[in-house]
């Protein structure tokens, strides 16, 4: 796509068509008129096909392995390798009904008549926004991203576009997230303070988990780390893509006893679960962008809140709408009120989808 | 400035009382004099910074947001100071959004002025370039550093540190009774630097005098069976035991003060009670609200605990008043090692000399045997605000702390009800896995009333077996609470009940605690409403 999608009527050139745009002098077909939000989730009428949908769909363009964008049961489903591999992981073999179509970062297919491509997104191993491009409009549905360093995954690319699909978990200008090194920081300087404290750290199985070991690893802690049944097969999986996550082993109950002053990953729900009990003197960690907010942190009995999150922060979001240059962005999940205003300030076309079903919580 | 930072993140998330304990001690182990001391001022709300407000830090956010975006920012954190440190436009690596991030922890350390430094602007800069000071700061500082500065401004740090904690940490810090630290505390002042210099055996204790200060208070054991034969008239004098509160009254040549068992200043609260005394004296006593004879009950006298600055309304509603049960210090002398008896005629004697309104003195209890005295505490109705019944040592000097022997209190027999399990919630730091904090109802009709909450009271076993209970009779879950099936009976043990208009069940229980888990008893014979009705009077 060329910079022409900016200038003249606003919209790219392309070959004449059973236009509904409403624009005089428009030749394109604008998103709005083939994308529709339908309970099951986003839906390209012509492609016939849902990206990331809730509930079983013929066709899924799939932007990341979480559970709340990968769900079991389609029936063809276009993702990257990784996140193939993760479905798998987590679905079994047969997770996709008819067959999985892989795709790497950049390679368009077309999915009856509409040209998909996939790109980075930098939100965890595989993730990707999808581009889609149909009568001379591209819209990019951007999925769950960040900007910030993560060696666990390809970073983020700005696509250009008409139309950017953002999300808005943390779109206040409250959320800033400090740079991973410094919460790496509090978390062993806590360990050398008590070190008697089995630290639990409540991290998300898929993404923040390997990212948070990564960033340990990088900061010179080379103990084992370990891990609770939930994140096994995902850290195998990570490294069977070729990310070093230094040595781990499960918890069992003949080794819970011993893991005072070690670090143990487990996912958020286990932190107040009867599982935990067998650790030794155990100090609640978390690791979230929610932990920004302390009555939350608090709330659920954190006692060492670490601000680390895979998503977009607020300075984010608005740098990533400058990056992208769309004159029109779409708000999906999260806080869209105030990135709506902020973008129409910005003086974008901007308007919230108010998408349901894709969790706030699950970091 | 970074290191105490760092110190209130980690108080304000540490739940158990061992481990605020242990980030203090590091704290003062670890910086330098005089940040120190003004930490211990800040946390014991010690320090006056009259002109740091939260009007000038809402002037100066407002004129850096956008107002929309401010609006649903505040409503979205709830608290003003956390809003504005998170919101506060900086300059620093927490706003990059580069791909490579390699600056490091340590390349800010240092940039922050100590926090003696910050403290004396605060305190002394003119008040027209507080603004322009506080602004400068905060754009050199990351989140927590702008909500502990924010913090230090406007009072409140809600991290859960007593000033009697942070006294207890210090005379451990430097190995020292807690009693002498508190006798010193109210004569020293921020950073404290003579204080430190004694607890770190660098210099002697500092000298107090000529200031209001807080004696440390004799406290009683409570009176079990194998005691019982100890109890002679003879020996042991006898008084009710009081349901307000324990306070010291204190009026010296250069002022009075009021404080509360742990030394807490509550002058403020109860400026009518610092009026009643009008001779130069410490007293011990009971703070209670005072109607002419009639003594008032503890839901009365909560009508003023905590309010920093009471209405003359409230104060006439409520009027507050002591019942004097000892005296430490009469006209400048010290009393204490003087037998109970003789300090007794020293007050009883003051208190007819001076007439002061609203201060009386604590009957003597005559009793010529045990068994009378059995009697007298078996007569107390639960109406009265009398909790049980003290037995002091005719002979005993006043000393700090709580010996054995001298001074018993033995509390009237508790009240049971067999109540039924309605919710349950998780408890928190050790307890944070298991459902422990137990609400209970009685019936009325074929409807469960609430009457009341309990945390405490059972064993480790018994916590289990009830945590495993809850979790399979969960009807429904709202948030962290657990409505249960009504199957469980659980016998509550209680001081007193009282009429409440602000419960739904139109009673309040007094110190409630589960006695026992009746296992055995089905739900439908626990007890009706009625049975709380009993028991009123």
Same mark, same amino acid.
């Given at each position: 796509m060329s910079a022409s999608s900016r200038d003249g009527g606003g919209f790219l050139g392309a070959e004449p068509t059973k236009s509904v745009c409403h624009e005089p002098r428009c030749r394109m077909t604008h998103p709005r008129d083939w994308i529709e939000v339908r309970k099951e989730g986003v839906f390209c009428k012509p492609g016939g096909f849902f990206i990331d949908p809730m509930h079983p769909a013929e066709i899924a363009v799939v932007t990341h392995g979480h559970a709340d964008h990968a769900r079991a049961g389609h029936g063809d489903v276009f993702a990257t390798y990784e996140t193939l591999a993760i479905m798998r992981a987590r679905y079994g073999e047969t997770h996709a009904t008819i067959a999985e179509h892989p795709l790497t970062h950049g390679q368009a297919v077309d999915i009856n008549g509409v040209k998909v491509s996939l790109h980075p997104a930098g939100h965890i191993l595989g993730s990707s926004q999808a581009r889609l491009e149909y009568n001379g409009a591209t819209i990019v549905f951007s999925g769950d991203y960040k900007r910030r360093?993560?060696?666990?995954?390809? +970073?983020?690319? +700005?696509?250009?576009?008409?139309?950017?699909?953002?999300?808005?978990?943390?779109?206040?200008?409250?959320?800033?997230?400090?740079?991973?090194?410094?919460?790496?920081?509090?978390?062993?300087?806590?360990?050398?303070?008590?070190?008697?404290?089995?630290? %639990?750290?409540?991290?998300?199985?898929?993404?923040?988990?390997?990212? =948070? =070991?990564?960033? =340990?690893?990088?900061?010179?802690?080379?103990e084992t780390i370990y891990l609770h049944g939930a994140m096994v097969r995902l850290c195998e999986l990570y490294r069977d893509f070729g990310i070093d996550l230094g040595p781990w082993d499960l918890v069992t109950p003949e080794?819970?006893?011993t893991l005072a002053g070690k670090i143990v990953l487990c996912p958020p729900s286990a932190l107040q679960d009867r599982w935990s009990r067998k650790l030794p003197d155990v100090l609640t960690v978390a690791a979230s962008g929610w932990m920004?907010?302390?009555?939350?942190?608090?709330?659920?009995?954190?006692? %060492?809140p670490l601000v680390v999150s895979d998503h977009a922060d607020w300075d984010e979001l608005l740098q990533t709408l400058s990056d992208v240059g769309a004159p029109e962005i779409w708000v999906t999940h999260g806080r869209d009120d105030a990135l709506v205003y902020a973008a129409q300030q910005m003086g974008l076309k901007a308007q919230a989808l108010h998408l349901i079903g894709y969790e706030d919580d699950s970091e | 400035m970074r290191a105490f930072s760092?110190?209130?993140?980690? &108080?304000?998330?540490? *739940?158990?009382? #061992?481990?605020?304990?242990? @980030? @203090? @001690?590091?704290?003062?182990?670890?910086?330098?004099? *005089?940040?120190?001391?003004?930490?211990?001022?800040?946390?014991?709300? #010690?320090?006056? &910074? *009259?002109?740091?407000?939260?009007?000038?830090? &809402?002037? @100066?956010?407002?004129?850096?947001?956008? *107002?929309?975006?401010?609006?649903?920012?505040?409503?979205? $954190?709830g608290e003003l100071s956390e809003t504005v440190a998170h919101l506060w436009p900086s300059a620093l690596k927490e706003r990059s959004v580069s791909a490579n991030e390699d600056s490091t922890a340590e390349a800010s350390e240092g940039r922050l002025p100590p926090l003696s430094d910050v403290v004396h602007n605060l305190r002394h800069k003119p008040k027209a370039d507080l603004p322009a000071y506080v602004a400068d700061l905060l754009d050199c500082m990351t989140s927590p550093e702008r909500w502990a500065l924010l913090k230090i401004g406007t009072g409140s740090l809600r991290i859960g540190v007593s000033a009697r904690l942070l006294k207890q940490v210090l005379a451990k810090y430097g190995n020292q009774p807690v009693e002498q630290v508190e006798t010193l505390w109210h004569g020293v002042d921020p950073p404290y630097e003579d204080l430190f210099a004694w607890l770190e055996g660098r210099a002697d204790a500092p000298v107090v005098h000529e200031k209001l200060t807080y004696t440390p208070v004799m406290l009683a054991h409570p009176l079990e069976e194998k005691d019982h034969r100890l109890i002679l008239p003879e020996t042991y004098a006898a008084e009710w035991?009081?349901?307000?509160?324990?306070?010291?009254? $204190?009026?010296?040549?250069i002022g009075r003060a009021l404080f509360t068992r742990t030394a807490d200043d509550i002058s403020h609260t109860f400026p009518d009670v610092l009026e009643h005394l009008n001779f130069h004296a410490v007293l011990d006593g009971e703070l209670l609200v005072l109607r002419g004879d009639d003594l008032g009950t503890f839901n009365d006298l909560q009508q003023r605990l905590g309010r920093k600055s009471p209405s003359s309304k409230l104060i006439k509603e409520y009027p507050a008043g002591i019942i004097a049960y000892d005296l430490l210090m009469l006209e400048g002398e010290d009393v204490r090692s003087q037998p109970y008896a003789a300090r007794r005629a020293l007050l009883q004697a003051a208190l007819e000399h001076h007439q002061p309104a609203g201060i009386r003195m604590s009957p003597d209890l005559r009793y010529k045997d045990f068994a009378e005295l059995e009697s007298f505490r078996g007569s107390v109705d639960n109406a009265s605000v009398i909790e049980g019944v003290m037995l002091k040592r005719r002979d005993s000097a006043y000393v700090a702390g709580r010996p054995t022997g001298p001074w018993y209190k033995w509390k009237i027999n508790p009240k049971l009800v067999d109540a039924v399990l309605m919710y349950a919630q998780r408890g928190s730091g050790k307890r944070s896995s298991f459902y422990s904090d137990f609400t209970f109802g009685l019936w009325k009709g074929n409807e469960l009333l609430p009457i009341g909450k309990a945390y405490f009271g059972f064993t480790d076993a018994e916590l289990k077996e009830l945590d495993k209970w809850v979790r399979h009779n969960t009807l429904q879950s709202f948030g962290p609470v657990r409505e249960v099936r009504k199957d469980l009976v659980l016998e509550v043990a209680f001081d007193a009940v009282h009429r409440s208009t602000r419960h739904k069940s139109g009673y309040a229980l007094r110190f409630p605690r589960i006695s026992r888990i009746r296992w055995d008893k089905p739900a439908q014979d626990a007890d009706r409403m009625d049975a709380l009705e009993g028991l009123l009077t």
């Open positions: 360093a993560d060696p666990t995954c390809v +970073p983020f690319e +700005p696509v250009p576009c008409d139309v950017f699909v953002t999300e808005a978990t943390f779109a206040l200008p409250v959320f800033r997230h400090p740079p991973l090194e410094d919460e790496i920081v509090k978390l062993l300087t806590s360990l050398r303070q008590f070190p008697e404290r089995c630290h %639990l750290v409540g991290v998300y199985a898929l993404g923040k988990c390997q990212r =948070m =070991m990564v960033a =340990m690893r990088r900061a010179g802690y080379g080794n819970a006893k920004r907010i302390r009555a939350r942190a608090k709330q659920k009995g954190v006692e %060492l | 760092r110190l209130l993140e980690r &108080l304000y998330f540490e *739940p158990a009382t #061992s481990g605020k304990e242990r @980030l @203090l @001690l590091d704290y003062f182990a670890t910086t330098p004099d *005089p940040d120190r001391g003004f930490a211990v001022a800040i946390i014991a709300d #010690s320090l006056s &910074l *009259p002109n740091f407000k939260r009007g000038m830090v &809402l002037e @100066l956010i407002r004129a850096r947001t956008d *107002p929309h975006l401010l609006a649903m920012s505040q409503d979205y $954190v035991k009081y349901d307000g509160i324990r306070v010291q009254v $204190v009026h010296s040549a």
